[in-house]
Structures are given as structure tokens and as C-alpha cells.
């Protein structure tokens, strides 16, 4: 029975680890994601639209399998750390046999391996020592340089580079995985929320997604906010005076606009959006006598504030809509956009004791303004903004950003960085005749490869070529020297 | 199975090359029109129709080496690239000084980009690798770019506070760099085929196939009583007509449904005829094929003339509201791009059916160009790595996450898993030869998807380009 355990858990351990697996998981991961952007999710669509998209048979469908929010779903997070697994389980399959490839560099090729090797060549040499200088010499021009590798006679030569490149797709997958460690680092123990703010207060309540709120250790307080706009009136610049309050006292203060937040203890603030709260602030105003009689006067009025005109009449702001809409008779709030303001004022006359519902603009069949006493004209008006900013908190991010450099190290390493080894062997074939065997191998790029390999024979054999000549100069002074001797 | 021999179509030749001559001096005389009208020789409209018109000069002259078998033309093609590629340049400048940013901010903007570095990327395919008639299949993309851009929206606009980041240019910069790198493994895995001797028969199906496919999802706007739905434009604002958020306002142009439709019956039938040649297992059905190719090419320019002139003019009613409306080009990129493109791929079909001979002499042998694939793959994979990294980096800024499984991101992804694949099965499992070229042109199809696909069939945060 142990045994068998053994047996299966083997097998277990193999599909894991195949090739095999890792591409059928991520042709799942390929298929559901893509299910993921065709079909409406729910976090991000109103509940209507998707009434309005599927059958109800069909969304009680998708909900249950949770195909409507397939990248929170368990079954997916489920895939993804399965593929994670995967690779963990590939390299560590793998690894063992690469680490001793990587440890133990093969420094002294014999017969076999030599018979086999696909880029070799054979340098016919005079003399064996003299050969193996003129191949160092030759590495060393082409700035590949060697090691002399002892063997029982004599010695050969090994010169390699860029052996790393071997551990290159383990550098890679690891990098995958940290990446894969930061996302779920942040799935687990980050959050993101929203914080409205007006300038002038603080606020340490985040709004999160699911409508609960978050209570800070500290609080964020808005001393101003402002938007810039474009001639067409598209936003160009959205600001934030924000200022943090640690234990009451000011820690921080930063300018935040979009795309560079504010960042304390881990938190983040970002400017995400800038609006106008639609309520008023301030109204100014010029009251002229509706009878010609008396000065004009300048007022300014916030929401049910009175401001005496005369000591007869007051006025009173009663109302203000930001964006109206007449409709049976009545006044009604469009929206919260400043787009069509009209403010509703009551002048009480004390002598006359009477009130008149003033509208700027005037409003037909609703304004009396008529027999108001004054006649108002509208100088500035001041709505409230507020600054919408995008809190969170991801820890795991560094670990994202960490994967991402090491996988751009491990991409270089795996396309452009090739681990390249030349031997150079001395081989007598015992008959006095010496030849020396360069071999050589390359983990990628064989082409250019084999291209370089030609230039390191063309090499060697130059620098065997002055020896040549050398060797045949002194036989030639050495038969002059007999001769001269022989003249004598 | 004998291969059948296609005869030369001499008289069909000299209509294809005095058609395409013909298209090139209208496009001419508009450009004329054009400077006239603006009074402005140097307007980046004018240089972007002057790069129009020079790749389509080289796009007619690989075509016309196509018919006539003349070598030379592919020299001069080079060179119509090379100065198309100058006036794109003074575009992409010009742009680029009256936006005061990179020209990165919209569709129309990114095409402009991208057009560029495909020019750019085909001139040094050309030299270095050596492959001279990869203009042939990335010319006609840039053409389709190119037109795309005539109808887009293509005022400055000034940039919105989430695009005012220098990661915008990396990102964006990034990504056309990658999708051109892309596009060219495409061109490359497709020349493969032809070196590897893939029978012509089988490009006959996937042009086909293709074509019938376009067909299909311009026929997803056939109204019931022969209509064609497209969306209105109001072209005060220059802009789609909405009625809600979101949702687009239809016009019905009459009849245009019923041409599409015949249409699509002409290009439907190569296909059949190519099934039929199998079945029966007579040849008699592919030279049909062939000849159906060709009248399929002249109903699909027929489809595409009548689509511009019905779009250009005319009101037309709507069922979704009240009155008439205009429509226009712009509101119809992805129909034209797809009646473009299906012309493109079956005139390159041609090319091939008559040249075959000239086409393998001319380019490298087959296993050049399968290495030449996966080291132009090797390019493209990091560089869609850092695109992701960076864009990534740039949404943490702007909007506070890294990942949310936008539809665009999520594609993004999927088209890096899709090259990671080709890679893994490549290097781990020795796969060469076809199945790597199959794989390389599935990954640049997700690409086009995730480039085009996704702005306009699945919105989101994205909402940019």
C-alpha cells in the first residue's frame, strides 16, 4: 500500500510538472479570461444592463457558475494558483539536472562526446604545445581567453562564457512567480476604497467597494481642491491641497494632481476624480429699487441667509437648484451639475406684509418678480466642489514590481546572452602526427554561432601559420648554417 | 493528386493594373483638391495623403509584379515605401508639434504611430534580413491604417489628466513597437508557408475562410428587409450619435444589406468550390475557384464603392427614433477596415496564385524564414513584456491598481500567453517548421483583436483608444 502511494503520488508529481499540463492550464486560463471581457461582469455593469443583456434563465446560469465575475471567482483563483504550482513544480522538476549542468562545467571533452559534437573541427599541427599556444593566442584575440584543463599527458584548453544564460528560464519562471505571490499578497490584504473630501474638511472613513467603510489610523484633511480646464471645457488639471493628520498633529502635506498620489504608511491617495457638490456657497447679488428710488446694493447671500435691503424689506435665499427643470408647475432638480441654475429668493416687506417669491431666472408662471420691490441680477456664484480620491493599500506590489525587473533581466539573459564553450584538444593518432580537435556548442542563436565558431578556427590557424614560418625560416638558416659550415 | 497548373490571365492583368493606376491618380487629385482647398502645401492631412498614396504606389507595384513578373517593380516598390515613409514622418512631426505630446493620445493618433514603425520595421526587414517582398503583405496593412486615419477623428485634442504621464509614452511607444513587430513575424510566418510549399490550394481556404468570415460579421448589420444597419453621425460634433450612454444610435440604409449579402454568396463560393475539389477530388473545381476569386475581388470593390457613396450622402432613417440622420466613414471604421482588408487578402492571394515561382526565387529559403520568425518573435516578446510592465506601472498611478482585469488589459495578457506559447513549444518541444508558423499567425490574429477587437466590441477603462 505504500507502494502504491508512492507510485501515484509519482505520477501526481509528473503531470504536474509536464510541459503538458502548463499549456493546457493556460489554454483554460486563455479560454476563461476571455469569457471574462466578452460577458458582462457584475462588479463593474449595473444590475440593470444585465437584465437587460441576458434571459433571466440565462443569468441565473452565468451567476451560478460564477461566469459573471469570473476573475473573483473561486474556480479561477483556483486555476491561477494551479498554474502556479505548475511552474514551481516544472522548475523544480528541472532544476536538479540544470543546477549540475551549471555547477560542473564539462572542462574536458572525451572520445565520445568529441565523435559527436556537431560544430568541430581538425587544425593539423607540427607540435602539440605549439598548437595549444597559437590557440590560446587566438582566444585570447577573439577576447574569449581559456583555462588550461591538465589531463594525463598534456593539457587542453576550455573556454566558455556567459554560463548564467543556462539558469536563465529558471530566473524567468521565478519571476512569474513572485508576481504571482504579489497579486495574491494584495488579494488577500490589500483593499481600495474612495474619499470624498471639500476643502476645509478631514476625514479618515474610506468608502470601500462592497459599501462598508474603513476606518484609517490617520486622517486626511483637504485644504483646497481646483480643476483646470481646456478652451472646450475637457478637463485638463485636477488638484488637491491634501495634508495628513497623525495623533492630531500634521505629518505631511502634499499637492496631489492624477497620476501622482500621496502616499503615507503604505496608503495611497490618488486624485481620481473633481466635482461640484451642486450646493451653493455663495450668491453675489445687485439689488436695484424695482421704483427707481434709491442706490443699488451690493449683497451676498449663502443658503437661507436674510440680508436686510432697507428697513422695510428683507430678502432671504430660499432655494437653489443647480440645474432646473419646470414641470407641472413646479421646480425640479435635474441633476447635481451646474448646468442650469436658478435661485429662488423671498422678499418680505414688513410695511406691506408681504413675501414675494423672486426667481432668477425668472421663471414664468412660478416668479412673481414683478411685484417684487427690488429687482435682482445675479454677479457671482460660488458652488461648493469636492475632490474624489482613490485610497488603497497594496502590499504585494513590490513584490509585482520586483518579479517584473527580474523577468526583464531573465528575458535578456534567455534571448541575448547565449553561454558559448570551445575545447581545444590535442590528438595524436600515435603515428607522430598531431592534430588539435576545437569543438564547440552554444545554447541558442546556432547560426550566429557556428558563424563565430569558423572565425575562431580562421583565428587558430593564423596564429599557427607564423610558427610555420618561423619553423621554416630556422631550417632554412640552420641548412644555410650546415652550408656555410660545410663551405668552410 | 496532379497540381493544377493556372493558366496567366494576361487581359484580367492589365484590368488589375489599369484599376489600381486608376485609384491612384483619385486619390491623387483629391490630395490636389485638398492642397487647393487648404491653401497649406505641408498641412499634416496633406503629408499623411501624400504617404497614403506612396504606399499605395509601393501596395500596387508588389501587386504589379504580381501580374507582370517584372523585378523591378518590387525595387521601385521599395523606394515608394521609402518616401511614404518620409511624409509619414513629417506627419507624425507636424502632429507632434501642434499637440505639444508624442502622438499617443487616440485612435487615430496611434495608427498614425503605428503605420510608421510598420514602414520603418518592413524597410529593415528588407535590408537586414533580406526578405525584399515582405512589403507585400505589411504595405496593405499600412494602407488600411492609413485610410482608417482619413475618417477618425482627427483634431488636437488636448489631453485628459490620466493620459498627462511620461509612462503614457513608454507604454504606448512600447506597444507599437511590439504589434509591428508582430505584424512582421505575420508576414514572415506567412512567406514560410509559401517557401515550405504549402499547397496554393490550402491559401485559397484560409483567404477564403477568411474573407468569409469579414462577410459574416458585416452581415451581423443585415436588416430584415435588406437594410443595412450603421451608426449615425452628427457631424456638428464629430462624433457617433448616442442615445443613452453607451448605446449607439442606428441608421438602415436601404438595400445595402442585399449587395452585402450577394456578396458574400460571391465570396462564400471559392470555399465551396475548394470543398468540392476535394470531395470530388477534381481539379476541374480548384481552376473554378481561382476564376471565382477573381469575380469575388470585383464584387467585394463593387460592395466597398456603393458602401462609401451610400455613407457619403443621405439621410437615412433609423429604428430606434424619430427622423433621419446622417452617417458617415468615421462611424464605420471597423466595416470599411474589413471590406479593405477582405480586398487586400484576396488581391495578395492572387499575387501568389500567379507568382508563385517568382515569390520562392525571390525569397529566402524556408528555414532562413522560420528562424527569421522566431528571432523577429524574439523581439516582440519582450517588448509586449515591458508594454504590459509599464502599462501596469502607469494605472497604479493613474487609477490606484496595477491590475483590473480590464478587457483590454485581459487581452493584453492573453496575447502574451499566446506568444509564450509559441516560445515554450518551440524551445521545450523543438516545434519548427509549420506548426510555429501556424502558432506565430494565431498570435498576431489575438493581437489584432486585442488592438481593434476590443475598443470597439468590449468597452471599459480603456476607454482611450
Known amino acids: ?474 631550417q632554412a638558416r640552420a641548412v644555410a648554417g650546415t652550408a656555410s659550415i660545410a663551405g668552410r | 493528386m496532379a497540381r493544377a497548373k493556372v493558366e496567366q490571365h494576361p487581359a484580367t492583368g492589365a484590368a488589375l493594373v489599369v484599376g489600381v493606376g486608376l485609384s491612384i491618380a483619385f486619390l491623387l487629385f483629391i490630395a490636389f483638391l485638398n492642397v487647393v482647398k487648404s491653401g497649406n502645401l505641408l498641412s499634416e492631412a496633406n503629408l499623411l495623403y501624400a504617404a497614403l498614396v506612396f504606399y499605395a504606389g509601393a501596395g500596387a507595384l508588389y501587386l504589379g509584379f504580381g501580374v507582370t513578373g517584372t523585378e523591378s517593380y518590387i525595387k521601385f516598390a521599395s523606394l515608394a515605401t521609402w518616401a511614404g515613409l518620409i511624409a509619414n514622418s513629417g506627419a507624425v512631426a507636424h502632429r507632434w508639434y501642434e499637440a505639444g505630446h508624442p502622438p499617443f493620445a487616440s485612435l487615430y493618433e496611434m495608427l498614425l504611430s503605428f503605420v510608421w514603425t510598420l514602414a520603418a520595421l518592413t524597410l529593415i526587414a528588407e535590408k537586414k534580413y533580406g526578405v525584399k517582398v515582405i512589403g507585400t503583405v505589411t504595405m496593405p496593412v499600412a494602407i488600411v491604417g492609413v485610410i482608417l486615419m482619413q475618417l477618425l477623428r482627427s483634431e488636437v485634442r488636448p489631453l485628459v489628466p490620466a493620459l498627462q504621464s511620461t509612462w503614457l509614452h513608454v507604454h504606448v511607444t512600447l506597444a507599437m513597437l511590439a504589434y509591428a513587430a508582430c505584424a512582421l513575424s505575420f508576414a514572415l510566418a506567412m512567406m514560410f508557408l509559401i517557401q515550405d510549399k504549402v499547397k496554393t490550394e490550402l491559401f485559397l481556404m484560409a483567404t477564403s475562410i477568411f474573407t468569409v468570415g469579414t462577410y459574416a460579421a458585416i452581415l451581423t448589420r443585415f436588416e430584415r428587409w435588406g437594410g443595412f444597419n450603421v451608426v449615425a453621425w452628427d457631424a456638428e460634433n464629430k462624433s457617433e450619435v448616442f442615445l443613452s450612454r453607451g448605446v449607439r444610435l442606428f441608421v438602415t440604409i436601404p438595400d445595402l444589406g442585399w449587395l452585402m449579402l450577394l456578396v458574400f454568396c460571391a465570396v462564400a463560393a471559392p470555399l465551396v468550390l475548394f470543398l468540392l475539389a476535394r470531395v470530388r477530388k477534381d481539379d476541374g473545381f480548384l481552376n473554378l475557384a481561382n476564376r471565382a476569386v477573381f469575380i469575388s475581388i470585383l464584387l467585394q470593390t463593387l460592395a466597398l464603392a456603393f458602401f462609401l457613396l451610400r455613407t457619403r450622402d443621405g439621410r437615412y432613417p433609423s429604428l430606434d427614433a424619430d427622423g433621419l440622420y446622417a452617417t458617415n466613414l468615421a462611424a464605420s471604421p471597423f466595416i470599411l477596415s474589413a471590406l479593405v482588408g477582405g480586398i487586400f487578402a484576396n488581391l495578395l492571394y492572387l499575387l501568389l496564385l500567379w507568382r508563385r515561382d517568382d515569390l520562392e526565387r525571390l525569397l529566402p529559403d524556408a528555414d532562413a524564414l522560420d528562424r527569421i520568425t522566431y528571432k523577429t518573435i524574439c523581439i516582440a516578446f519582450p517588448l509586449l513584456t515591458l508594454m504590459i510592465a509599464a502599462g501596469a506601472f502607469w494605472a497604479n498611478r493613474a487609477w490606484g491598481s496595477y491590475w483590473n482585469w480590464d478587457p483590454k488589459e485581459t487581452w493584453a495578457a492573453i496575447t502574451w500567453l499566446v506568444y509564450a506559447g509559441y516560445l515554450h513549444m518551440r524551445i521545450t518541444r523543438g516545434w519548427r517548421g509549420r506548426r510555429a508558423a501556424y502558432f506565430a499567425i494565431l498570435g498576431f490574429a489575438v493581437v489584432m483583436f486585442t488592438f481593434f477587437g476590443v475598443t470597439y466590441l468590449l468597452p471599459g477603462l480603456h476607454a482611450y483608444a
Open chain 1, 1 to 474: 500500500m505504500d507502494l502504491s502511494f508512492r507510485k501515484s503520488s509519482r505520477k501526481i508529481w509528473q503531470t504536474l510538472s509536464s510541459i503538458k499540463t502548463g499549456v493546457i492550464l493556460i489554454i483554460l486560463c486563455v479560454i476563461f479570461s476571455a469569457a471574462g471581457t466578452v460577458i458582462l461582469q457584475r462588479p463593474m455593469t449595473d444590475p440593470e444592463d444585465m437584465q437587460r443583456a441576458y434571459s433571466p434563465a440565462m443569468l441565473r446560469f452565468l451567476d451560478a457558475t460564477g461566469l459573471t465575475d469570473v476573475f473573483h471567482a473561486r474556480w479561477f483563483v483556483a486555476l491561477l494558483i494551479l498554474v502556479s504550482f505548475s511552474i514551481v513544480a516544472a522548475s523544480v522538476e528541472r532544476f536538479p539536472n540544470s543546477w549540475r549542468y551549471f555547477a560542473r562545467p564539462y572542462k574536458s571533452p572525451d572520445e565520445t562526446f568529441r565523435r559527436a559534437l556537431t560544430t568541430q573541427s581538425h587544425i593539423a599541427v607540427e607540435d602539440e604545445e605549439k598548437g595549444l599556444g597559437a590557440a590560446e593566442r587566438a582566444l585570447q584575440k577573439l577576447g574569449l581567453g581559456s583555462e588550461r584543463i591538465v589531463r594525463t599527458n598534456s593539457f587542453s584548453l576550455f573556454s566558455e562564457r556567459n554560463r548564467i544564460s543556462e539558469m536563465a528560464v529558471y530566473i524567468v519562471h521565478a519571476s512569474l512567480l513572485l508576481i504571482f505571490l504579489g497579486g495574491i499578497v494584495d488579494a488577500l490584504y490589500g483593499w481600495r476604497g474612495f474619499l470624498m473630501l471639500t476643502p476645509g474638511t478631514a476625514s479618515n472613513q474610506v468608502e470601500m467597494n462592497n459599501g462598508s467603510s474603513k476606518a484609517l489610523k490617520f486622517a486626511i484633511r483637504c485644504d483646497d481642491a481646483g480643476e483646470e480646464t481646456y478652451a472646450d471645457g475637457s478637463p485638463k488639471k485636477w488638484w488637491s491641497k491634501l495634508a495628513v493628520m497623525d495623533d492630531g498633529r500634521e505629518v505631511s502635506k502634499k499637492e496631489i494632481v492624477v497620476n501622482d498620489p500621496l502616499t503615507y504608511q503604505g496608503v495611497r491617495f490618488y486624485q481620481a476624480t473633481f466635482g461640484r457638490t451642486g450646493k451653493l456657497v455663495s450668491l453675489a447679488l445687485t439689488a436695484t429699487p424695482a421704483n427707481g428710488k434709491g442706490p443699488a446694493q451690493d449683497i451676498s447671500l449663502g443658503l437661507n441667509q436674510i440680508a436686510a435691503l432697507d428697513p422695510d424689506t428683507k430678502v432671504q435665499l430660499a432655494e437653489f437648484i443647480p440645474d432646473y427643470v419646470v414641470q407641472d408647475g413646479r421646480v425640479y432638480a435635474r441633476s447635481n451639475d451646474v448646468v442650469n441654475p436658478a435661485v429662488h429668493m423671498i422678499v418680505t416687506s414688513v410695511k406691506n406684509n408681504s413675501a414675494v417669491n423672486v426667481w432668477l431666472p425668472e421663471i414664468p408662471g412660478i416668479a412673481e418678480n414683478a411685484t417684487s420691490p427690488y429687482v435682482f441680477e445675479a454677479k457671482d456664484l460660488k458652488t461648493g466642489i469636492f475632490t474624489g480620491l482613490q485610497v488603497s493599500h497594496e502590499p504585494g506590489q513590490w513584490s509585482v514590481w520586483g518579479g517584473v525587473i527580474l523577468m526583464a533581466l531573465g528575458l535578456t539573459l534567455v534571448f541575448y546572452v547565449t553561454h558559448v564553450r570551445i575545447w581545444v584538444v590535442p590528438v595524436s593518432d600515435g603515428h607522430g602526427h598531431s592534430t588539435l580537435w576545437v569543438g564547440g556548442s552554444a545554447n541558442r542563436n546556432r547560426d550566429a554561432f557556428e558563424i563565430r565558431f569558423r572565425q575562431i578556427v580562421a583565428e587558430i590557424e593564423k596564429e599557427l601559420k607564423p610558427a610555420a614560418a618561423a619553423a621554416m625560416e630556422r
